[in-house]
């Protein structure tokens, strides 16, 4: 089996019951599996509600290693959208011209320096320097900056890609508080300073509510970002000639983002809390009230009963309904920004590198009771060899 070959560990449990089951932490989860399923529970909010204790829809749960509540993310409707319109704008900013010419310039950058090196591992010295790089453009803040949030390691919330882990945690968010700090001090035109002069319903946003902006924007994109970036690296080397295909069809690129985004599915599920005895799937599976679904994100998007050869990478594919960012109010804030890396990255490894060789790697498997997923690499040393 090819090292990018991503198995669907769901598919027997999606076709014979639509859901699977696993412990989280002795709060047990439902996982809807099937697309048509995921996305009806996504949109029925007042069903399934993200408004529950913070961290509580998060699979595996953080509700015993924060107590802040990610805003937008864990609000519901109507406030979900007055907290929506102050952020959306500012994260629709990788569409701007300027904001693409210097994450060009910084992913070329980055391709052009581990061209000259004999081998790299992917997650750490590339993947992880990628994200945090770009995330100093959608915070707007100094570039340097990023070599702080590169010394944290590949997981903000884990020991040793593991274990849920409270005091690595703190130290995201006492960094988090020390910039809002800074801003409330100094004011500018990063995103800390625009979030404490936003309102909402008339009055200023409070410091706990800009820190729970802050959280959402530094750990939801960092985890899916890299998988992301790294998964397709590793599909790029074992598929060559993907890549001379998107260099003689770049009318192809956003396609192929899309369908690299669906095939991998960076984030595998996100919860949502019961608000009253419920059934899900088309099977009738009970679901007690205040007890935790997950939308499996991963199993939808593998779903054959909307996609043809869904375990195949098709870089052209056109009906590609994933749901790999979200789905209905809550889609992920950040899709803009990560579609916008992923379609820079690859018209830059089409342009500058030849091929790529994978040395070694050790897969990410996450452990989901019923299931057992690969979601990435903990690491992958590859050779990349310029055109």
């Known amino acids: 089996m090819k090292k990018s ?3 669907d560990p769901f598919e027997q449990a999606r076709n014979e019951q639509g859901i699977g089951h696993m412990n989280d932490q002795d709060d047990p989860v439902t ?3 099937g697309l048509k399923d995921v996305r009806k529970c996504a949109h029925n909010w007042k069903t399934f509600q993200s408004g529950a204790k913070p961290g509580r829809i998060v699979v595996p749960s953080e509700v015993n290693i924060r107590d802040t509540r990610q805003i937008p993310f864990e609000v519901d409707p109507p406030e979900h959208g007055d907290y929506r ?7 629709k900013r990788p569409l701007e011209d300027e904001y693409r010419a210097k994450l060009r310039t910084q992913i ?3 391709v052009d320096e581990v061209l000259t090196k004999d081998d790299i591992e992917v997650v750490g010295e590339f993947s992880l320097k990628l994200q945090s790089r770009a995330l100093t453009l959608l915070l707007n803040i100094p570039y340097e900056e990023s070599e702080v949030w590169i010394g944290w390691g590949t997981h903000v919330f884990r020991s040793e890609g593991v274990a849920l882990d409270g005091d690595k945690a703190a130290i995201l968010y006492d960094y988090i508080d020390e910039q809002i700090d800074r801003a409330q001090a100094n004011p500018g035109d990063d995103l800390y300073s625009v979030l404490l002069n936003s309102e909402i319903n008339g009055r200023k946003l409070s410091k706990e509510e800009v820190k729970g902006v802050m959280i959402l924007t530094f750990a939801g994109g960092r985890d899916t970002v890299i998988n992301a970036v790294t998964n397709s690296i590793a599909y790029f080397a074992e598929h060559p000639q993907a890549l ?4 003689d069809e770049p009318e192809i690129t956003n396609r192929a983002v899309e369908e690299l985004i669906r095939y991998f599915s960076p984030l595998t599920h996100m919860g949502r809390v019961a608000t009253e005895d ?5 099977h009738g599976h009970d679901v007690k009230a205040d007890s935790r679904i997950s939308l499996c994100w991963a199993s939808a998007n593998r779903d054959e009963k909307v996609f043809e050869n869904p375990n195949e990478v098709v870089l052209d594919r056109k009906v590609n309904p994933h749901v790999a960012f979200g789905f209905s109010h809550h889609n992920c804030l950040g899709a803009t920004h990560a579609r916008q890396i992923m379609h820079i990255l690859l018209e830059t490894l089409a342009a500058k590198v030849g091929s790529i060789e994978i040395l070694d790697a050790k897969e990410n498997i996450e ?3 019923q299931f057992k997923r690969k979601v990435g690499f903990d690491s992958i040393n590859v050779k990349f060899n310029p055109r």
């Open 5 to 7: 070959e991503f198995s």
């Open 31 to 33: 996982m809807v599996l």
């Open 85 to 91: 319109a102050i952020v959306e704008p500012w994260f």
């Open 108 to 110: 070329e950058s980055l």
């Open 244 to 247: 001379s295909r998107l260099r």
């Open 278 to 282: 419920t059934k899900v799937c088309p």
């Open 367 to 369: 452990d989901l009771d």
